[in-house]
């Protein structure tokens, strides 16, 4: 089996207060491409949609562009940047530090499933 989608027309777009999500589903892998703008932050961008306190989402992927700076449920602080391969628990918050937008591709699979959606939508 070979499957071929291009970030250039995802199968999906969510979008949020300073953000979205372009999502493609593949057999076997679901993949996101998150856009964060300026002065955007999890706790008042995505928190009213989903109804949580901190993001409950599993993240692992790749800062493509901009800086985010991440804070844990335990406290822990760190900030990632262009290049930057990441781990990120659920339990956290992030905003995006600087002038520039961040864009971070996500292949953890529960991003491109569930991020910003309703929690009445199953998030």
Do not use: N
């Not at 979205?20 to 300026?38: M, S, W």
């Not at 993001?55 to 602080?77: F, K, P, Y």
Request: glycine fraction near 12%.
């Amino acid at each position: 089996m070979v499957e071929v989608k291009t970030i250039e027309k995802p199968d999906e777009r969510r979008d949020f207060p300073g953000g979205h999500i372009e999502a493609l589903h593949l057999t076997g892998l679901d993949f996101a491409v998150g856009t964060f703008e300026p002065g955007w932050r999890w706790r008042e961008s995505v928190r009213p949609i989903v109804g949580t306190e901190l993001c409950e989402v599993h993240h692992s992927g790749i800062v493509v562009q901009g800086r985010m700076r991440l804070r844990t449920t335990e406290g822990a602080e760190t900030e990632v940047g262009p290049g930057d391969v990441y781990v990120v628990s659920p339990g956290h918050d992030a905003w995006v530090v600087g002038d520039e937008p961040v864009v971070v591709y996500d292949v953890a699979g529960q991003m491109a499933q569930t991020y910003a959606k309703s929690s009445r939508a199953g998030a």
